[in-house]
């Protein structure tokens, strides 16, 4: 069960990144500062998504082998 609430959170915490990814992509881009912040903000995000991807790969891989799911 605490695994399901540590998924969830990750879950909703990768929501909110692919959110603001997202909103990034749609911002119109007036020069050249305004592209390199966004491109550094992105690659923020990118490494935010995997991270929370892989934390929630391992606790679903601790949850298995603990025949929790």
Do not use: P, W
Not at 16 to 36: M, P, S
């Amino acid at each position: 069960m605490e695994e399901l609430k540590k998924l969830k959170k990750k879950t909703q915490k990768i929501s909110a990144v692919l959110d603001f990814y997202d909103d990034l992509g749609r911002r119109k881009i007036h020069d050249k500062k305004e592209l390199n912040d966004k491109k550094l903000k992105m690659e923020f995000a990118k490494k935010q998504i995997m991270k929370l991807c892989m934390e929630s790969k391992q606790i679903i891989k601790e949850a298995e082998q603990e025949d929790k799911f």
